[in-house]
């Protein structure tokens, strides 16, 4: 399944605070301080919704945005986030 631009840009939102972190898990309260929590045009559903799609798909979620971490971190990473959300 290819995951859609919407949940793309969604998940863009989310890894571009964490890109250079050396462990993204240790910053999970921060991407939901900064990001989930701010931003009034996302609800947390909406990004719940775009993390669980791209969990779901067979796209390389760690070539959305350039960054260094391995396709397991940005994954691990996306699951931890959506646990602590829903």
């Known amino acids: 399944m290819e995951l859609s631009q919407m949940s793309k ?19 999970i309260e921060h991407v939901i301080e900064c990001v989930v929590q701010k931003d009034h045009f996302i609800s947390i559903a909406e990004f719940a919704a775009s993390i669980h799609e791209g969990l779901d798909s067979e796209t390389q979620l760690s070539l959305l945005i350039p960054q260094p971490h391995s396709e397991v971190v940005i ?6 986030l959506l646990d602590q959300i829903t």
């Not at 994954?75 to 931890?80: D, G, I, M, T, V």
């Open 9 to 27: 840009a969604r998940i863009r939102l989310l890894i571009y605070p964490i890109q250079f972190d050396p462990d993204p898990s240790m910053s």
């Open 75 to 80: 994954r691990s990473f996306l699951s931890k």
